[in-house]
């Protein structure tokens, strides 16, 4: 009897680990260069980004990080981009993620080295760096850094490429 309270017991810990795996865990998940993170679709090939955008006549949205020691990156993904209002806004954009570990094992050297490369094109001098350029690649708006976990500024970003871009 003793043996199938604790099998019974040791089913209903693991299911339960199981229901709060499903729950909590973040997935990311590469299809095509895109990177698919909590319902946004990133681009992490510029150029392909940059034909969509061409061909949708859709401006886009160039975010800079350094995911594996970026502080403020990470803490822009959780106040700005992991947010339903940016999930919203960010439907009139075409959206381009542009890594830059430290860590070999996160992007390939190719993809690191192009990154990079774009990184000085665009004169960028902090991260996180998030650029607005239009369907060309032509930048229009710009907003480096993010302190203090506020992220007005970055709205206020949103609202000016509204102007800019007549959304």
């Excluded at 150029?47 to 970026?70: I, Q």
């Excluded at 700005?80 to 209002?85: G, K, M, S």
């Excluded at 665009?122 to 203090?148: Q, W």
């Excluded at 992220?151 to 800019?164: G, L, Q, S, T, V």
Aim: net charge neutral; aromatic share 16%.
């Amino acid at each position: 009897m003793m043996k199938y309270f604790v099998l019974l017991l040791f089913l209903v810990a693991t299911f339960g680990l199981i229901a709060q795996d499903e729950n909590n865990t973040r997935y990311e998940v590469e299809i095509e260069n895109q990177i698919t993170v909590d319902s946004l679709d990133w681009y992490t090939d510029f150029d392909k980004a940059l034909k969509h955008a061409g061909k949708s006549r859709k401006p886009m949205l160039v975010y800079f990080s350094g995911s594996d020691w970026c502080t403020p990156c990470k803490n822009l993904e959780q106040k700005f981009f992991n947010t339903p209002r940016f999930i919203n806004e960010s439907q009139n954009y075409i959206l381009v993620y542009l890594d830059i570990p430290f860590r070999d094992d996160i992007v390939s050297p190719q993809e690191k080295k192009a990154n990079k490369k774009l990184f000085e094109k665009y004169n960028n001098s902090r991260y996180p760096t998030l650029l607005a350029l239009d369907h060309k690649g032509k930048e229009k708006n710009r907003i480096e850094n993010f302190s203090g976990g506020d992220a007005r500024y970055h709205w206020n970003f949103m609202a000016e490429n509204e102007k800019i871009f007549r959304f």
